[in-house]
C-alpha cells in the first residue's frame, strides 16, 4: 500500500511540475486533454492513480515520456542544481580579474592562458575614461611610437599625440580577430 502511495506522490508532483513549467492551469488541462476537472485534479492532488494509457495521453499533452511521471523530479531538480552551482563555481575559479595584467609579465601570462585561465571582461562603462598606453622604441631609442587607446561615449579612441579619432566598428571586430588570434596562439 505504501507504494501505492508513494507512486501517486510522486506522479502529482512531475503533473504539478509540468504545468507549472507550461505554465497550464489545470482546468485548460482537464478540457484540452477531454478529462473530467475533478478526475484530472485527484490526479494532481495525488487522490488517485492514473493508469498508464492516461500517463501516455498526458504524456503526449506535456512532450514527456510516460514513463517519467514515475520519476522522482524533485531529487532530479536538486541534483541539477548542485551540479549547475558546481559548474558555476568552478568557471568562476578559474576567472581572473583585470587588474593582475599590469602586475603580470608575459611570459607568466602564458603560462596561466595554458593552463585554462581567462579573464573576468570589464563593461565598457567600466573602461570609460581609461586610457591605455602602447609604447615601443626602435633599437637605437631614437624613435618613440606611442599610440594611446580610450574609451568614450561607448566608443573606442585611438590618438597618436594630439589627434583622437574615433574607431569605426568594423576596425574594432577586426582588431578583437587579431587579439584573439594573439591569444589563442600564446594559450
Known amino acids: 500500500m505504501k507504494a501505492v502511495e508513494a507512486e501517486k506522490s510522486r506522479i502529482s508532483k512531475n503533473i504539478k511540475h509540468l504545468l507549472e513549467a507550461k505554465q497550464i492551469s489545470r482546468r485548460q488541462a482537464s478540457i484540452d486533454l477531454g478529462y473530467k476537472y475533478t478526475?484530472?485534479?485527484d490526479w494532481v492532488n495525488g487522490n488517485s492513480l492514473p493508469s498508464y494509457s492516461?500517463?501516455?495521453?498526458l504524456g503526449e499533452y506535456f512532450n514527456v515520456e510516460?514513463?517519467?511521471?514515475y520519476?522522482?523530479?524533485s531529487g532530479t531538480k536538486r541534483r541539477a542544481r548542485v551540479l549547475a552551482a558546481y559548474a558555476s563555481a568552478f568557471a568562476d575559479a578559474k576567472l581572473l580579474n583585470m587588474n593582475i595584467l599590469d602586475s603580470v609579465e608575459d611570459a607568466q601570462l602564458?603560462?596561466?592562458l595554458q593552463s585554462g585561465f581567462k579573464f573576468r571582461h570589464k563593461t565598457l562603462e567600466e573602461y570609460e575614461g581609461v586610457n591605455i598606453k602602447l609604447s615601443s622604441s626602435s633599437a637605437d631609442d631614437k624613435i618613440d611610437i606611442s599610440t594611446e587607446l580610450s574609451v568614450r561615449d561607448n566608443q573606442?579612441?585611438?590618438?597618436?599625440?594630439d589627434v583622437s579619432s574615433p574607431v569605426p566598428l568594423n576596425k574594432v571586430i577586426q582588431i578583437m580577430d587579431i587579439m584573439q588570434a594573439v591569444l589563442d596562439e600564446n594559450s
Open 54 to 57: 492516461v500517463l501516455e495521453r
Open 110 to 112: 602564458k603560462s596561466l
Open 71 to 73: 520519476e522522482d523530479i
Open 66 to 69: 510516460p514513463w517519467e511521471f
Open 39 to 41: 478526475t484530472f485534479c
Open 156 to 161: 573606442l579612441f585611438i590618438s597618436n599625440g
